[in-house]
């Protein structure tokens, strides 16, 4: 147990529809990263906070958006949802930023019907 | 544009010998690499890291070797355990950059 928290496990939706994933960081870690896993893909990074300020921002679309809250957790929210979108999001924390170990949630398995 | 590859999806090893898992890397800035391991319905755990600075770096069963000329670094386990069985992602960045990561390889590591 990595000691981060994602919810839901799993999500079905349709097209079109919007979502939110949510993190929980380790305890006492500052950064939140989000990575996405399409079939057969490594992870994408999307997007990093860092004590709730936007850190480094990767492939993440216009359609995705994502906050840290002053209690830390985080959400990733999807939406105008696409087939393409299908994919495993993993969230990770690690204490600082940058070189940290990042230590990974369990993922959310989002499938778009 | 993927900057960090693992050109084998799948490597299968007989118990006790030697895995070798291996990456590419296009970026010369990068300067930090990581390995992680991922079983099945788990997010990824970190294995091993190294700066480019060594050449190579050991933890145990696991090796971490970087040839920065060529711009590959590999992993090896030895002896394997049927328990190494997993994904295997490998991760670069550069200075004050995110992590890039490979497609993963998955082992198999058979009794």
């Known amino acids: 147990d990595s000691g981060v928290t994602q919810t839901p496990k799993h999500l079905i939706t349709a097209t079109g529809q919007r979502v939110t994933l949510r993190c929980s960081p380790r305890?006492?870690?500052?950064?939140v990263y989000w990575y996405q896993q399409s079939l057969d893909q490594g992870l994408q990074f999307l997007i990093q906070?860092?004590?709730?300020?936007?850190?480094a921002k990767g492939n993440i679309l216009e359609r995705f958006s994502a906050q840290q809250f002053p209690d830390l957790h985080s959400e990733l929210n999807l939406s105008s949802l696409e087939l393409g979108d299908s994919a495993l999001y993993f969230c990770?924390?690690?204490?600082?930023?940058?070189?940290?170990?990042?230590?990974f949630g369990p993922g959310t398995r989002l499938t778009v019907l | 544009d993927q900057q960090v590859k693992q050109n084998s999806p799948s490597l299968s090893v007989q118990e006790g010998r030697i895995s070798i898992l291996n990456c590419d890397y296009t970026?010369?800035?990068?300067?930090?690499f990581l390995w992680y391991k991922k079983y099945p319905a788990e997010g990824p755990t970190f294995l091993i890291s190294?700066?480019?600075?060594?050449d190579k770096n050991e933890d145990g069963r696991f090796t971490v070797f970087l040839n920065k000329s060529a711009k590959h670094l590999s992993l090896h386990i030895v002896p394997s355990q049927p328990g190494d069985s997993a994904v295997y992602f490998c991760?670069?960045?550069?200075?004050?950059?995110?992590?890039?990561f490979g497609s993963g390889t998955k082992l198999n590591v058979k009794p």
């Open positions: 990770a924390s690690s204490v600082v930023s940058g070189r940290d170990e990042q230590f």
């Open positions: 305890s006492g870690d500052l950064s």
């Open positions: 906070y860092y004590n709730g300020e936007e850190r």
């Open positions: 970026n010369s800035m990068f300067d930090y």
């Open positions: 190294i700066s480019s600075i060594k």
């Open positions: 991760a670069a960045s550069a200075p004050f950059n995110k992590f890039y």
